[in-house]
């Protein structure tokens, strides 16, 4: 029997963005106020979500389950971070299976979990889970409906 695929998200749903702001210079916040996303070196500042690796760990040992993000276009150190970041905190559990992309209705899968209905997630072929949101809003309730 084939496992079901999931995909989830990074930033907002395994990492938690605001994180790295106190750890950034404060001239950096003022220069790039109105695009934080695109301030170097950002995302390897960024801490894991509560609960997170743990729910990670556990969707993967059930489902073929993937990382899929964006990177901000502008912020070519993101691509970099988003790789460390995983290699990181998810090891080899994570290994390759990180996808970094602006169109996320092109990956063929069966649930995506993200934070946000953008960059194609509201076209997802499969079932959209909205973490963060009502009946998903922490990574629990997200583990209790997939039932790892």
Request: glycine letters at 4%; one cysteine or more.
């Amino acid at each position: 029997m084939n496992k079901k695929t999931v995909f989830i998200d990074m930033d907002g749903v395994l990492v938690d963005f605001t994180s790295a702001f106190p750890k950034t210079k404060p001239d950096l916040l003022e220069q790039y106020k109105h695009n934080k996303d695109e301030i170097p070196h950002l995302f390897g500042l960024m801490e894991p979500m509560p609960d997170a690796i743990e729910s990670f760990h556990r969707i993967a040992e059930k489902y073929d389950t993937y990382i899929l993000s964006t990177a901000p276009w502008e912020n070519p150190t993101a691509w970099h971070d988003k790789v460390v970041w995983v290699q990181k905190h998810l090891g080899k559990v994570a290994y390759k299976r990180l996808i970094l992309s602006h169109h996320k209705h092109l990956c063929k899968g069966d649930i995506l979990i993200d934070d946000r209905p953008n960059n194609g997630a509201d076209k997802f072929d499969g079932e959209f889970i909205l973490f963060g949101k009502d009946q998903f809003d922490n990574w629990k309730k997200v583990c209790e409906y997939l039932e790892v």
